[in-house]
């Protein structure tokens, strides 16, 4: 196997692809989101691709058709930007006060815009203001809590990334020195000791990602390989960060969850 790191610098993912492509490798996965495997489509028409990402990879470009996807790419559309609204909701229902909910985004990623978008409507849906505030480096998310700090922000919802996701443990200590309610995507930011997610399994979004890997290894063709989505979504909470940082958690949330880490 051949690995390359872009290191949450996006910009270094086209020459990683071309690299990959250069060395004729059987196949390309490319699972840092958006970024990663429009940068890989870009290098190659006919290496295959499995990805595994977060967007709608028709909006993308990535593909004409779900079920039969053509082309040189399939791979697994978890879904993250669809149930954005739902986070949003869940995090109302958790700081229901008139404050602004930050939300933070990465504007590096394809997919920022949509989600902006998404969020937005859902925000005039629920009578919410949103203040949005960008990162794409461990000191601009640094800057962006003091930002909302300063707007007197009443929650934050963590946007869906890849270079965020590498940041879980400075998401939660910045979330615990500002005591802010905050949701993530993943329960991986929780098991960090954050303090809600809700969104897909990431580990069984790589391991299906994988045994597509595999199919294509064994001669099957990506066009014919339907981009596989999630079925489950799953609302974990970390009562043990709230009780640490002063945040009450409402019963009809913790009756809800699927995982409650005391």
């Known amino acids: 196997m051949e690995y390359r790191w872009a290191d949450g610098q996006y910009d270094r993912l086209p020459a990683l692809a071309a690299d990959l492509v250069s060395r004729r490798v059987a196949v390309i996965v490319p699972i840092g989101g958006a970024p990663a495997v429009l940068a890989a489509k870009s290098a190659t028409s006919s290496t295959p691709i499995v990805f595994n990402l977060g967007a709608d990879p028709i909006q993308l470009g990535l593909v004409a058709n779900l079920n039969r996807p053509g082309g040189n790419i399939t791979g697994v559309a978890m879904m993250t930007l669809e149930i954005e609204t739902k986070r949003l909701e869940l995090l109302h229902e958790l700081a229901p006060t008139s404050a ?21 409507r859902a925000a005039r849906v629920i009578g919410r203001q949103v203040l949005v505030l960008n990162a794409g480096t461990e000191h601009e998310i640094e800057q962006a809590f003091t930002a909302l700090a300063r707007e007197r922000a009443g929650a934050l919802l ?9 940041q879980a443990v400075l998401f939660v200590v910045l979330t615990a020195r500002h005591a802010i309610p905050t949701i993530y995507p993943f329960r991986s930011y929780v098991d960090a000791g954050g303090l809600m997610s809700y969104g897909t399994s990431l580990p069984d979004a790589y391991r299906l990602t994988g045994v597509y890997t595999g199919r294509v290894l064994k001669g099957e063709k990506p066009a014919d390989l339907p981009i596989l989505q999630p079925t489950k979504f799953e609302l974990v909470i970390n009562l043990k960060t709230a009780r640490a940082v002063g945040i009450t958690i409402p019963s009809t949330l913790l009756a809800r969850a699927d995982e409650v880490i005391e």
């Open 100 to 120: 602004p909910i930050a939300v933070l985004l990465n504007r590096s990623n394809a997919q920022a815009q949509s989600q902006e978008t998404e969020i937005q």
């Open 158 to 166: 963590v946007g869906g990334d890849p270079f965020f996701t590498s």
